[in-house]
């Protein structure tokens, strides 16, 4: 087998890299702008041996890949802005019960049903938070349709390393646009399988007794052995459980097993960052148009690099804050109101010098945008 080239859309591309992860069960309802990941995994996922099926809504989508991954499979839903929103009860539930799982969100305007078929990146926030309570998440992006092929690979790597839900935030732009793909051989990039437990059907298992190295082996519910599966606080044994000890230290193992591994999990590119004196970061389409403007902005002599960020949470506020430090400026790049330039002016040394470039409208933010920003911060000496 040889790699394929493909010219394709964003919604494709994440397609293919699911396939390629070894994806074996897809629940979702239609929505713009993603409903293409569903319309081709309906073709595709059944001629691999896999199961698709359309529920009746985004809820009951979500509640399928729970109980298709705790069968051992390797599961995916996708949505866009108000389907998200409808899935966080069930995503905190996963998170609580340990099951992985992959979320793909193609971001569209909102609030409410908003702007169905025009860009925003207005969720990243939503991504992090919007189940209730104490958590930490995975959710990743791109810019262009190879990457979005590589973190969808990626998306069910760590979703099956950390026992969670893993949250591909791609935008409309992403997901419609065409451009070149070249899918890989199989093999080229490792792809990581579901850790069964070795213990015996005669053995007492302990769904969540972690290893020395933190990881949960899992065994595929309706196998081998009986245990518990409940969104409370649970015991080693998953039977719910209210002792403050053990609400205590199940709480911070399913934080701290991501964001002490932020490290692990950050992905980022860096554009024309040696000797910067401005520093953009942006992420999805955003990024397309902060790369364009650093790249001729360079050609006229100008120093302005740009860090693209693949991985928004947990967020990496080293790198965010090693890779700023010493700039004149820092320029924030994205369709929103401010979400990811927030974290970025709580971690840098120098947040005054943190500065906003958006685009609210539906409108991709161009680099004649994020031109006109940088002026206004030159002329006021930054």
């Known amino acids: 087998m040889t790699e394929r080239i493909e010219f394709v859309q964003g919604n494709e591309a994440c397609v293919e890299g699911a396939l390629y992860a070894g ?7 239609p929505i713009t702008p993603s409903t293409e990941v569903a319309e081709l995994l309906s073709e595709r996922l059944p001629q691999r041996g896999g199961r698709f099926i359309q529920m009746e809504d985004e809820i009951a989508s979500m509640c399928a890949i729970i109980g298709a991954s705790l069968t051992g499979r390797k599961v995916m839903t996708a949505t866009s802005g108000p389907g998200f929103s409808l899935k966080q009860e069930a995503i905190g539930y996963a998170c609580m019960a340990e099951i992985p799982c992959v979320i793909v969100n193609v971001q569209r305007g909102g609030p409410s049903t908003g702007n169905p078929t025009h860009v925003s990146q207005g969720d990243v926030n939503q991504a992090r938070w919007g189940t209730h309570g ?21 998306a069910f790597n760590l979703a099956e390393t950390y026992r969670t839900p893993v949250i591909l935030l791609f935008d409309e732009v992403i997901g419609h646009m065409r ?3 070249v899918v890989p051989e199989k093999g080229e990039i490792a792809i990581v399988d579901r850790l069964r437990t070795s213990v015996g059907k005669d053995v007492d298992y302990h769904p969540y007794l972690p290893r020395e190295d933190g990881r ?10 009986r245990y518990n599966v409940t969104g409370l606080f649970h015991d080693m044994w998953g039977f719910p459980s209210n002792d ?24 980022y590119r860096e554009h024309h960052l040696e000797g910067a004196d401005y520093v953009m970061i942006s992420y999805g389409s955003s990024a397309r148009s902060a790369i364009h403007m650093a790249e001729h902005r360079r050609e006229r002599g100008e120093r302005i690099g740009v860090l693209e960020l693949q991985s928004l949470w947990p967020f990496p506020e080293e790198l965010v804050r090693g890779k700023c430090r010493g700039a004149k400026g820092v320029i924030v790049v994205e ?3 401010g979400q990811v330039m927030r974290q970025v002016r709580a971690c840098v040394d120098a947040p005054e010098k943190v500065f906003l470039a958006n685009r609210i409208d539906g409108k991709l933010i161009t680099p004649a945008d994020i031109k006109a920003v940088l002026r206004v911060i030159q002329g006021k000496g930054v």
């Not at 959710?139 to 690979?153: E, G, K, P, R, Y």
């Not at 399913?254 to 950050?266: F, R, W």
């Open 134 to 154: 104490d958590h930490a998440v995975i959710a990743l992006t791109a810019s262009n349709h190879q990457d979005v092929f590589a973190m969808t690979v990626d």
């Open 216 to 225: 949960l082996p899992m065994s595929d519910f309706g196998g081998d052995h």
């Open 23 to 29: 994806l074996e069960f897809f629940a979702g309802y």
């Open 335 to 337: 369709m929103n109101m």
């Open 244 to 267: 403050p000890r053990v609400v205590r230290d199940l709480l911070h193992h399913l934080v701290d097993k991501i964001e002490t591994n932020v490290g692990a999990i950050s992905r």
């Open 179 to 181: 451009e070149k793909l």
